[in-house]
């Protein structure tokens, strides 16, 4: 072992010495069209003597894996369908990110400004390394291109900030090459196992890596507010430019601060729950970026019965490109529709005036094969989450922002020609299509944002006092595929008829297709509170009704039942954690990454709950027991 290790380190050097000729016949170049982009092949770069046929990656619900047993990884590819070489450049992306973030801390430290195209590709980059939002490798070795660039120019602004530079040390110093196959060979020095080898004390190593996951969802969710943004410069507020500084800041000495390779546990742990911190506010942020550019959401019916003509159909998170979609598409004939997540933006204003936004089409993300191939027209995925395509259906699907499949054309800067074109070029729904729902209803009823819920907060009170309402339940988070997931659909039918249940997410759709009807005063018993990052929403409204009753958050009447997925999930619930919300029934399984030493904290100090997948009723009764009058 000694000596491969040698030869592989006299190697590298040899790489980094010849990189600059290499790089002349092995450069990955980005071509493009005003509306398209498009990239090499992940075959082509799958043919490099370096790409790696082995990975480890666990950062998702998906993984196979028991931290009661000891922790596994998917090795060979992804279950969400992530191939090796794709796996070893988002490894060295993220290490490049943690560089880049150190120099943006230094900067920022001694009295300088971060410029707005660092902080965007460094979000942009982040969020792309999320479970299924990326599958396109040569998407990455253009990110590491340009994140290089992105690097040298931060540093050397620091340098002329007076910043001793040699004091910046580790993933802030990689030196980079265009040779794919040098960044192969580095990309296996930053890997999950490499990471472990070095760090010889496997929880803070797992906290470390609970705190980078709960990074990705943040600069997720600050992605999405700060696309909003860049087209609205008042989105956040009165208070918005420092708020918004002030949170890149926190994020930046975040991410830096997991750069060490061994960093302490309880450095760690403070990470973690930082940046449920940050979260807290980035949700805020994008919260306040949405009302301020489109409305207050309202309570809205939307139905799931397509009408007939030509469509498009919008997936993901991103109300921004919803928007523009039905700007461009205006006066053409055509019809648009929500999928997934993109559900809760029917109840914005802004948007409910577009007369050809028609409904809601399918469910939740993991049923998009199905509900994509029966589509009949043209498909966006704006963000999070991705399926590999069926030909039944890949002629007709469309990237934008960070998400990316080999071969399907990516679209930038909302130019969205391509896409209305081969809507237009599509069939279409038929006459004989229409009618039926396309959905687990024929309608919802969506729209409770935290201001719509705080302004009958009067009622809520009313109807705890009269006991009409004696328990408060959030069900939902991040949908999957397996079976225990039905877990939530069962807890939510057997509510008691004295409760409310708060939903949002794609885990609505285990829920919202159920009729639970309304209190005695005719507040709905099934409140839609909106996409995953509304979690800010139900946290408000919580704290809102602890100060009324005079109490805390743990002292309420309220359970929270999360299905988690992604790093979203964990960036959720960081922010839940350093709420201090206690009680907390997480699943269908606890996160692969977990050490049990690790999980001990989080059950003592939190209360964390897996849940009982098989008898989702006896967790309905410890919450109901835990909240009985005594």
């Not at 969020?127 to 396109?136: E, M």
Request: proline fraction near 5%.
């Amino acid at each position: 072992p000694v000596l491969l290790l040698t030869l592989f380190a006299q190697l590298t050097m040899l790489s980094r010495r010849f990189s600059s000729l290499a790089a002349k016949s092995l450069r990955v170049g980005l071509r493009q069209t005003p509306a398209v982009a498009r990239f090499s092949t992940n075959a082509a770069i799958a043919s490099s003597p370096e790409a790696p046929t082995e990975m480890f990656c666990y950062q998702c619900e998906q993984t196979e894996g028991d931290p009661t047993t000891g922790t596994t990884g998917c090795s060979t590819v992804g279950n969400c369908g992530k191939d090796a070489p794709t796996a070893a450049l988002q490894d060295l992306q993220l290490h490049f990110n943690i560089g880049i973030a150190q120099w943006a801390h230094a900067i920022q430290s001694n009295g300088g400004k971060v410029p707005d195209d660092a902080k965007d590709l460094l979000l942009d980059t982040t969020f792309a390394t999320l479970t299924n939002v990326n599958f396109d490798s040569s998407r990455f070795l253009d990110y590491l291109r340009r994140s290089n660039e992105v690097r040298n120019a931060l540093r050397s602004q620091a340098e002329a900030l007076g910043v001793d530079v040699k004091s910046v040390t580790g993933p802030a110093n990689f030196e980079y090459s265009d040779n794919k196959d040098f960044l192969f060979m580095e990309a296996k020095f930053q890997g999950v196992l490499n990471r472990k080898a070095k760090m010889q004390d496997d929880n803070a190593m797992v906290v470390r890596e609970m705190a980078m996951y709960g990074i990705k969802g943040t600069s997720a969710y600050l992605n999405h507010a700060e696309r909003l943004y860049h087209t609205n410069p008042a989105a956040y507020g009165e208070n918005g430019a420092a708020e918004r500084e002030a949170v890149f800041s926190k994020l930046f000495a975040s991410l830096a601060a997991l750069g060490p390779e061994k960093p302490a546990l309880d450095d760690m742990l403070g990470t973690a729950l930082g940046v449920g911190e940050i979260n807290l506010k980035v949700m805020e942020l994008l919260d306040n970026a949405h009302t301020s550019t489109f409305g207050v959401p309202e309570p809205t019916t939307v139905s799931s019965i397509p009408s007939e003509g030509p469509c498009i159909l919008v997936s993901g998170h991103d109300i921004v490109d919803l928007y523009a979609v039905l700007q461009q598409t205006e006066g053409k004939g055509v019809n648009v529709y929500t999928h997934g997540e993109m559900l809760p933006a029917h109840s914005y204003p802004a948007l409910k005036k577009f007369s050809h936004l028609k409904g809601h089409f399918g469910n939740a993300w993991q049923r998009q094969k199905i509900d994509f191939a029966r589509f009949p027209g043209a498909i966006l995925l704006t963000s999070n989450c991705l399926i590999e395509p069926m030909k039944a259906y890949e002629n007709r699907i469309f990237t934008t922002n960070s998400v990316g499949f080999d071969g399907i054309p990516h679209l930038e800067n909302t130019q969205y020609d391509a896409l209305i074109e081969c809507a237009l070029n599509s069939p279409g729904f038929t006459l004989k299509q229409c009618g039926k729902k396309s959905s687990t209803a024929e309608s919802f009823l969506i729209g409770f944002g935290h201001e719509t819920v705080l302004s009958v907060a009067d009622k809520v009170v009313e109807a705890v006092h009269a006991g009409d309402l004696k328990n408060i339940f959030v069900i939902g988070g991040c949908d999957g595929a397996e079976g225990e997931r039905s877990y939530f659909t069962q807890l939510g039918q057997q509510l008691p008829k004295d409760s409310l249940a708060l939903t949002l997410g794609c885990g609505k759709f285990r829920i919202n297709g159920t009729d639970m009807g309304a209190l005695p005063n005719g507040i709905p018993r099934l409140l839609d509170m909106g996409q995953c990052n509304d979690s800010y929403g139900a946290a408000k409204v919580a704290l809102a009704l602890a100060d009324v009753f005079k109490t805390d958050i743990n002292g309420l009447p309220l359970h929270f039942a999360i299905s988690w997925f992604e790093q979203k999930a964990v960036a959720v619930l960081l922010t839940l954690l350093h709420l201090n919300v206690q009680n907390i029934y997480l699943g269908p399984r606890l996160p692969a990454f977990l050490t049990p030493a690790v999980l001990d904290v989080l059950v003592d100090k939190f209360k964390l709950h897996p849940i009982n997948a098989e008898n989702p009723a006896a967790d309905l009764k410890q919450m109901l027991e835990r909240t009985a009058p005594k």
